[in-house]
């Protein structure tokens, strides 16, 4: 489903995103990798650059081709660098790459978001949720973090919240919904990539552990991939808005425990 499609991979040079790129040059796609870091193997075209301020965003859109059928929003900070350097990389970044390069997308095409299971309590946080995805561009992120109290090891969790809320919200948007372009996150539990020990800095051992033992083992790249990539291809085209957990069951486990059933 994915013969003759160009899709670009941010995020392509470890993990998750190195696992995307594989398997989608397997499938027949011509991958453009995105990444601060150069891959260890190029799997197709590769444009370094980062996500971190609305000037490299600038330099990085200008890099990449006029059209694409798929975006794929791998890239991602753990959380130990700080709150305001991971929302704005793990959020504010994301979302004005997708902004960007919204144009470029073919008409049916696809914008998927790496998200996780740690944004689980954006339900429970609606409005602060809110507050932060309504501010545009890159906002006062410090200002916003200091007016709701956020603690500073609390930026990663945050910034996946965001990112749902905004899946929802972006896919009834006109830049994207205009010209059909369909916008999904993918939400992976704990996987064994390079940063899984810096969320055991960032969660704790002892919750890292337990969502673990909820489902058994941790995840691998390889079972996140597979599930990104079909929300890239045609078979998802009634596929909108949509958050997939990727995890094990380990929701499933947690809204029974949370919901009491």
Known sequence: ??????IVVTGISSGIG???????????????????NLPAALLG??????????????????????????????AGVSGVSGAVD????NFYGLRALSEALAPRLREGGAVVNVASIAGYGWRA???????????????DIAALLERFAVPDGEGYPLSKELLLLWTMQAAHQPLFRARGVRVNA???GPVTTPILEEFRQVFGNPRVDEDIARVGRAGAPADVAPAALFLCSDGARWINGANLPVDGGLEASINASVLGF
């Open 1 to 6: 489903m994915l013969l003759g499609k160009t």
């Open 125 to 139: 946080n609606l409005d602060r949720a809110k507050a932060f995805v309504d501010a545009p561009g890159f906002p």
């Open 45 to 74: 075209a590769f444009v370094k650059g980062d996500i971190s301020s609305a000037a490299s965003i600038a330099d990085l859109a200008g890099a990449l081709p006029s059209r694409f059928d798929a975006l794929c929003n791998v």
């Open 18 to 36: 190195a696992r995307v790129g594989e398997l989608a040059a397997a499938l027949g796609a011509d991958v453009i990798g995105v990444d601060v």
């Open 186 to 188: 993918v939400s992976p």
């Open 86 to 89: 991971t929302l704005a990389i």
